[in-house]
């Protein structure tokens, strides 16, 4: 059987000079959900920080169905001129300290996620990870106007802040993200994933704010340093953009203004010790889970 990741020497060297001890790899898929670009963004600017080098590559044509998530191409006049391939690395990036750490980013796989998480394993044992962290954003019914909430979930309790439990017992769509943990806490390999919630009237949108309380979330689980400031004009950009679209519907605002009721009513119960307060249903959440989806694939292509 073929393997799935190609190792570069170099990279590899230029790993183990850096590694500290308790080493971390982030983890950030793009392709199945990622509310307001939350893990993206992230990805994008983690890799602003420094110049990433080279460690491993996935052999995305074993991974990816193009049918259903088809590369852009661009053609110009009478021939073809780009091709936005895709593609799943291993890089080694370094925070705002210099502080090395692995970033492992791409596109999600659509096949074989079983080989895939068991590359994964490969690549935490072989390199010396001793903490997996991903992100991305998830769309619920929260407003806006207030900041927004995270859910963090791993592969031991003890890995988690005491941070409050939006859900109690849902089924939801998998993904490769979610099975890596799922077998992670069974190899008793330690993982985290963090999970920001999304206005879901801004799921399609890109909200770099949703990326900093991300890359917050995982500097706390970490220690690491990712600069998140340096994404503060964007997310003011976008809340200035939001706010405008907001003054041209009074039904949207309509909208937000409940949702800043149910919030405030929550956190007020919370507060004072009550933890039962206005939470979605695991109905409402499949339901606004269910429409993201639609939204997301609507533009995909058939298969044939």
């Known amino acids: 059987m073929e ?9 590899v060297r230029a790993w183990a000079d850096a590694a500290g001890e308790g080493a971390v790899m982030v983890l950030m898929l793009r392709g199945f959900v990622d509310a307001g670009r939350a893990g993206t963004l992230a990805a994008n600017h983690l890799k602003t920080l420094s110049e990433g080098v080279r460690v491993a590559t996935f052999d995305v044509d074993s991974l990816i169905d193009y049918r259903s998530r088809r590369p852009e191409m661009v053609f110009s006049v009478n021939e ?22 692995l970033l492992l980013h791409g596109s999600e796989p659509d096949i074989l996620w079983e080989r895939f998480v068991a590359a994964a394993r490969d690549i935490v044992t072989r390199l010396g990870v001793g903490l997996t962290v991903g992100a991305h954003g998830i769309p619920m019914a929260a407003p806006h106007t207030r900041p927004l909430p995270t859910t963090m979930h791993g592969t031991r309790q003890e ?24 077998r992670f806490g069974r190899w008793d390999l330690d ?5 920001v919630h999304v206005p879901y009237y801004l799921g399609q949108s890109t909200l770099p704010q ?8 995982i500097e706390g689980v970490t220690g690491l340093d990712f600069a998140v400031d340096g994404m503060d004009e964007a997310a003011q950009t976008a809340r200035e953009e939001i706010e405008r679209q907001l003054r041209e519907s009074d039904e949207v605002t309509a909208v937000v203004h409940t949702l800043e009721q149910q919030y405030d009513a929550y956190q007020a119960q919370r507060a004072s010790g009550i933890l039962d307060g206005p939470l979605p249903s695991a109905d409402e959440l499949g339901a606004e889970f269910e429409k993201f989806l639609a939204q997301h694939h609507k533009d995909l292509p058939p298969h044939p």
């Open 3 to 11: 393997t799935l990741v190609t190792w570069d020497p170099e990279g």
């Open 80 to 101: 073809w001129t780009d091709y936005d391939a895709p593609e799943l690395v291993l890089d080694m990036h370094r925070d705002a300290q210099g502080r090395a750490y």
């Open 159 to 182: 890995l988690l802040p005491d941070t409050p439990s939006y859900f109690g017992t849902v089924t939801v769509p998998g993904s490769a993200q979610a099975l890596m943990e799922y």
């Open 191 to 195: 993982m985290v994933n963090v999970v």
């Open 210 to 217: 949703a990326a900093q309380e991300a890359l917050r979330s």
